[in-house]
């Protein structure tokens, strides 16, 4: 039987879906289930990471480090996990903190073609005695052979394994096996999957990971993340079972700890609604949904065309200003086309 | 480019989820959005189909005939499809009017090794020009031959088609991908797939289907279903057009129509809950849930455990009396055991 670490994000990117607002009772009740349950890796912190609790991504209820104290404080089986984009969170004033207060493992996260920005945190984290693994973030726009690239400098700056993070939620299992396939066999460290539901194939899409042979899923009770959500991690579990790998995690302890999380802190259950379907179709993070919704309001275009445009031109989280640009574009056109 | 021929219960196997509810209105308003936005097919009646309206599996609200009625006035384009179970619905009495009131389509039903019971009804929809097709239902409990067997007694009858019902959604992709292999190899009739999503597999399985030959896949909005629901029309819509399959459904417009179905048909979206997941791995279908939860209370014994029981028993609908039979006996064993 082959032995998978499902690493749970729950508490960290769940916490999008509730605009950074978890609150210090919640991490609590949910580390303590999920340390019962036997689940390896629990991450927490805000959505984004160490550091970005702002006006801009959200401020969370609850600072960084009470986050972790309170993880720290409940959990004994379960290792404490943390995730730190190297643009938001320093090594001396963030990452370095987090481990003194307990972190054990470190996700650090960059797109996909950028891991030079990650070397430095991996780096550091593995020095310090950390589990220290790369995120290659919206890793739908890069070939495998890019990402295996970019996941080498990782591991050559310490990675024990990196994690293609399919954050669109805009990959199909055979496009998973194809990248995952060259990454396992052109790397020696463990190659991870963190997959999200807007095409209604995360459980898919990690089994076919594992398949090819990636070692790491990732996955939230209920799929707690924004939008179309994550991979449902005791959907994971249940299959991995069937499917007779070795996960450590007890079945009905990891029914028990959604169960938990569905009472005390989804507001609501995620749901594939038509905005996801069209952001994982066009491969556009689901940031842009809401300011895209406003401007194709205000230019009069299709919310749905405007996403597709989005997506053809590559946009990435953080360029949210083009939305305008695109919008008064595809108004022009539109216009042109009525006077022809 | 393949074409595949997309077949919308959303009317039909939606019906469980809100105890066979559907209003005339309700069934207005999908039929003409189905219809804007090309669904080929669409199937409406009782949950368990013509003449099934009863104490012991729910008394519908609106008669088999009126359903008919109503959706007959509202499509145009669109097919409109019944669901039979020869135990239920008989040739003379409740075919033979729907066909007379515009059913165009018609699924004819049985567990999975029970297709000699079908026969009739397929030869006699057959011969009063409909589209005849054969569902197998609980396909997981049975090898790709006998399926192949079972299907091909049934294309004898006259089925343009045979479809696979993973009722319990207790199938993963490659445990699909075996069973529609065979059958499409042996048989000269079109083959189908009726997803369940208990594992979170419903799309993924539904693609795997049309990857070794497939032809049928259904798909209801937002996955109105029983449970954790069916495979979600929308999303698998979706990801069929990324895939390159040709399907005539307008992707916009489906979008839309499961917007409005949320909107004024579904009391909640269906989601994987926990009982669903057991439900999933033990093969057992969601109809024993309600009953397994009082009856486990009653005498003790987990819930979880006694699904898990009852599948290695293998029980089909209209068994559920065995589940006392079930419980005591894992009880006695529990007592056994603690007295040892």
């Given at each position: 039987m082959t032995s998978i670490l499902v690493s749970d994000p729950t508490l960290r990117d769940g916490n999008h879906a509730v605009a950074h607002q978890l609150t210090e009772a919640q991490i609590a009740a949910y580390c303590r289930a999920a340390d019962a349950a036997g689940i390896p890796v629990v991450e927490v912190g805000h959505g984004n990471g160490l550091?970005?609790?702002?006006?801009q991504l959200g401020l969370a209820r609850v600072s960084d480090a009470d986050m972790i104290r309170v993880a720290r404080a409940n959990l004994q089986r379960s290792r404490l996990g943390v995730f730190v984009i190297a643009g938001f969170g320093t090594?001396?004033?963030?990452l370095g903190p987090a481990i003194d207060l307990g972190a054990e493992v470190v996700r650090v996260g960059s797109h996909c073609t950028e891991a030079d920005t990650t070397l430095r945190h991996l780096t550091y984290a593995r020095e310090r005695g950390c589990a220290a693994y790369g995120n290659l973030m919206m890793?739908?726009?890069?070939e495998p052979e890019t990402l295996r690239e970019e996941a080498r400098k990782m591991a050559d700056a310490g990675a024990q394994g990196v994690v293609l993070m399919d954050s669109a939620g805009a990959l199909l299992p055979d496009e998973v096996r194809r990248r995952i396939d060259v990454m396992v066999q052109g790397l020696d460290i463990a190659v991870g999957f963190h997959a999200h539901n807007n095409l209604g194939m995360a459980v898919a899409n990690s089994v076919a990971a594992l398949e090819v042979g990636a070692t790491i899923v990732d996955g939230t009770a209920r799929g707690f993340?924004?939008?179309?959500?994550?991979?449902q991690l005791e959907v994971l579990v249940g299959v991995l079972h069937k499917l007779g790998?070795?996960?450590?995690?007890?079945l009905y302890k990891v029914l028990e700890l959604s169960d938990l999380a569905e009472e005390q802190i989804l507001e609501t259950v995620p749901v594939v609604r038509s905005g996801s379907i069209v952001s994982g179709m066009a491969g556009v993070v689901s940031t842009f949904a809401k300011p895209a919704a406003r401007i194709s309001r205000q230019f009069g275009v299709d919310a749905r065309d405007l996403f597709f445009e989005l997506g053809r031109r590559k946009v990435v989280a953080?360029?949210?200003?083009i939305i305008i640009e695109v919008a008064k574009e595809l108004a022009a056109k539109a216009a042109e086309e009525v006077a022809a």
């Amino acid at each position: 039987m082959t032995s998978i670490l499902v690493s749970d994000p729950t508490l960290r990117d769940g916490n999008h879906a509730v605009a950074h607002q978890l609150t210090e009772a919640q991490i609590a009740a949910y580390c303590r289930a999920a340390d019962a349950a036997g689940i390896p890796v629990v991450e927490v912190g805000h959505g984004n990471g160490l550091a970005a609790s702002s006006l801009q991504l959200g401020l969370a209820r609850v600072s960084d480090a009470d986050m972790i104290r309170v993880a720290r404080a409940n959990l004994q089986r379960s290792r404490l996990g943390v995730f730190v984009i190297a643009g938001f969170g320093t090594i001396k004033r963030d990452l370095g903190p987090a481990i003194d207060l307990g972190a054990e493992v470190v996700r650090v996260g960059s797109h996909c073609t950028e891991a030079d920005t990650t070397l430095r945190h991996l780096t550091y984290a593995r020095e310090r005695g950390c589990a220290a693994y790369g995120n290659l973030m919206m890793s739908h726009m890069a070939e495998p052979e890019t990402l295996r690239e970019e996941a080498r400098k990782m591991a050559d700056a310490g990675a024990q394994g990196v994690v293609l993070m399919d954050s669109a939620g805009a990959l199909l299992p055979d496009e998973v096996r194809r990248r995952i396939d060259v990454m396992v066999q052109g790397l020696d460290i463990a190659v991870g999957f963190h997959a999200h539901n807007n095409l209604g194939m995360a459980v898919a899409n990690s089994v076919a990971a594992l398949e090819v042979g990636a070692t790491i899923v990732d996955g939230t009770a209920r799929g707690f993340g924004a939008g179309a959500g994550n991979t449902q991690l005791e959907v994971l579990v249940g299959v991995l079972h069937k499917l007779g790998y070795e996960t450590g995690i007890d079945l009905y302890k990891v029914l028990e700890l959604s169960d938990l999380a569905e009472e005390q802190i989804l507001e609501t259950v995620p749901v594939v609604r038509s905005g996801s379907i069209v952001s994982g179709m066009a491969g556009v993070v689901s940031t842009f949904a809401k300011p895209a919704a406003r401007i194709s309001r205000q230019f009069g275009v299709d919310a749905r065309d405007l996403f597709f445009e989005l997506g053809r031109r590559k946009v990435v989280a953080g360029q949210e200003d083009i939305i305008i640009e695109v919008a008064k574009e595809l108004a022009a056109k539109a216009a042109e086309e009525v006077a022809a």
